[in-house]
């Protein structure tokens, strides 16, 4: 049974940093692209950053690059998601999801499992 399963959000100050973890069963996450998406109160869901199944290739929304690192453990079956200078903007819930696709990953539709998130709010 695939499952995904977010962890490391909370309440953090502007300017503050979290990491949230992406803990994977039912499949490895070498095998998979991997991404993470948020959606805050009252908006549609928005791709936030995505790894490739290879591990080479990264890639994050234009509103979080320079900020915000994903990363991959492959011992640990765990996705990473580095937020370094929290914006209150950044408040959200975050989720991650897992793909077979090299393609379209900064779209929702590429992915077929979704964990049940994790939420972050960053207060100014």
């Known amino acids: 049974q695939v499952q995904l399963v977010e962890s490391g959000g909370g309440l953090v100050q502007a300017g503050g940093s979290l990491r949230l973890s992406c803990a994977a069963s039912?499949?490895?996450?070498?095998?998979?692209?991997m991404g993470w998406f948020r959606q805050a109160p009252g908006k549609e869901r928005e791709f936030v950053a995505a790894?490739?199944?290879?591990?080479?290739?990264?890639f994050g929304a234009d509103s979080v690059k320079g900020r915000f690192t994903i990363s991959r453990d492959n011992h640990e079956n765990t996705v990473y998601l580095q937020m370094n200078s929290l914006k209150p903007e950044d408040t959200a819930v975050y989720y991650c999801?897992?793909?077979?696709?090299?393609?379209?990953?900064?779209?929702?539709?590429?992915?077929?499992?979704w964990g049940q998130g994790t939420q972050v709010s960053v207060s100014s």
């Open positions: 790894i490739s199944r290879s591990g080479r290739s990264t």
């Open positions: 039912g499949f490895t996450v070498s095998s998979s692209s």
């Open positions: 999801a897992a793909s077979p696709k090299d393609y379209g990953l900064a779209y929702a539709s590429s992915y077929f499992y």
